[in-house]
């Protein structure tokens, strides 16, 4: 059992020394697929090598129970840099700023001096005990300095949770950095939802986002920045922000269909951008086209709910895929896939009027349907 100088308030201030941090504190990012990515950034050596990024993303785990963004390359590299330039005028000062650590288990504190509030704090010396809820980018780019110095020396101020639910931590988390450090919107979406509060049509857009970037069958691919990250131009918050909509329009109406078509969700709008794809074949697969921008795909999820009614009208399954390829198929003739040429109609239409581009294309697509 580790034993530290303590005062205990609502949570524990303590001061810690590296050497402790790099066996008590784990790290663990927010991520999907089989495919974790835990950093952002380039993945070059810096010219002075001065972080080794293969030892460090392999003290990174990821989950999508976490929720912890990505490591930032470039803040690690600039954090390891400033704390060179200390050891080497021969101070070692404790990191600016306290970090925020959560313990999962309730700890043991000890009183002395006759004060109830001052003693020390029982830590369980085991690896990964305490999560970093604020300063992991400082803390591992402490880690990078324990090959060239000894951090026996290197004290560290952290404020210590341990009384902290799993909804806490993460409200706490999106609190904290949703201000000052502005937490990419993305981020923030995949841990809205469930994660910070219960908003079953954000959570069932997040679902549908993940599936028709993850699908195998689908034509949206590997095309949204889950989390912020990833090759795709689309950002995840956007089409959260559409999706919500519909799911809201549907609740509104009421009735079976509302949950239903929660529920069914992830089928539906996966059928849905493929029988788009089957009626703008060119489009979807050319590289001059911008069919999978983010104004095209909001667009195509806003009409969603009138191709919905479409189909009921004339008494059609709407989970059916051949109901979906049948109603989208007048966009074949009534649009065409030049509509989405870059440098063709798509920039003359797009730039032309006070109407937004997701209002120009939601019109034109709703014509589409009844031409």
Known sequence: MLSVPSLRLNFYEALLSGVDLQSLVGFEVLSFGPAAQTTRGHARQTTSGRVNWELLEKRIAASEHAYQRPIIRKKI???????????????????????????????????????????????????????????????????????????????????????????????????????????????????????????????????????????????LRGQIKVLGIGRGSVTQASLADELRDVFAAMDAAGGRLSREFRENSRRFFLNYFKAAARAFPTAFHGRKYSIKSSPSLRAFIRISSYVISMIRKRGGDVWSAGELDAALRPWADSIGDKRF???????????????????????????????
């Open 77 to 219: 590299d600039e954090l390891v840099a400033y704390y060179l330039q200390c050891a080497d005028s021969g101070t070692l000062p404790a990191i600016p700023g306290s970090v925020l650590l959560v313990s999962d288990r309730r700890l043991e504190f000890s009183p002395s001096g006759g004060r109830g509030d001052s003693g020390s704090l029982k830590l369980p010396e085991e690896s990964g005990i305490l999560r970093a809820l604020d300063g992991q980018h400082r803390l591992l780019a402490l880690h990078q300095l324990a090959e060239k110095h000894n951090l026996k020396d290197f004290q560290v101020p952290a404020v210590v949770f341990d009384n902290l639910t799993a909804d806490q931590v993460v409200e706490l988390f999106v609190t904290i950095n949703s201000k000052h450090t502005k937490l990419n919107p993305s981020h923030l979406i995949s841990l809205s939802g469930r994660r910070l509060y219960r908003d079953e049509n954000l959570a069932a857009a997040h679902d549908v986002i993940r599936t028709l970037n993850e699908d195998d069958g689908s034509p």
């Open 341 to 371: 040429e870059t440098e063709g109609l798509w920039r003359e239409k797009m730039t032309a009027g006070k109407r937004s581009a997701v209002e120009i294309l939601s019109r034109e697509l709703r014509q589409g349907l009844n031409a």
